[in-house]
């Protein structure tokens, strides 16, 4: 069982940057894919970014493509989400997520979720 708690949300001035966190539990973390989900009010959960369990390989959607980042400290059971140039359509409750694969997490296919922090970018 792997339990994921999100940090690092709160209210932003447009064209900010703001980088959340994930803390994993559990001994194999390096053995998951990780990544964040986003879902605004009244829409569905979007894909964000994936990063593979070595930290190798990660996808970003492209509504976020050059701003958002990526990483996971491994040491330290810690996937990061460096939010930069954040924009008014940013503003969602994002989710960790952790998956068997990259692909997998990019298609919602998700073991594990966090229960999320709230970004709200004000413009």
């Known amino acids: 069982q792997v339990q994921l708690v999100e940090s690092g949300g709160g209210l932003v001035q447009a064209g900010d940057s703001r980088r959340l966190s994930c803390v994993a539990s559990?001994?194999?973390?390096?053995?998951?894919?990780m990544g964040w989900v986003r879902q605004a009010p009244g829409k569905e959960r979007d894909f964000v970014a994936v990063?593979?369990?070595?930290?190798?390989?990660?996808f970003t959607a492209d509504s976020v493509k050059g701003r958002f980042p990526i990483s996971r400290d491994n040491a330290k059971n810690t996937v990061y989400l460096q939010m930069n140039r954040l924009k008014a359509e940013d503003t969602a409750v994002y989710y960790c997520?952790?998956?068997?694969?990259?692909?997998?997490?990019?298609?919602?296919?998700?073991?594990?979720w966090g229960l999320g922090t709230q970004v709200t970018v004000s413009s």
């Open positions: 559990g001994r194999t973390f390096t053995t998951y894919a």
């Open positions: 990063i593979s369990g070595t930290g190798c390989l990660t």
């Open positions: 997520a952790g998956g068997r694969t990259p692909f997998d997490v990019s298609r919602g296919s998700v073991d594990y």
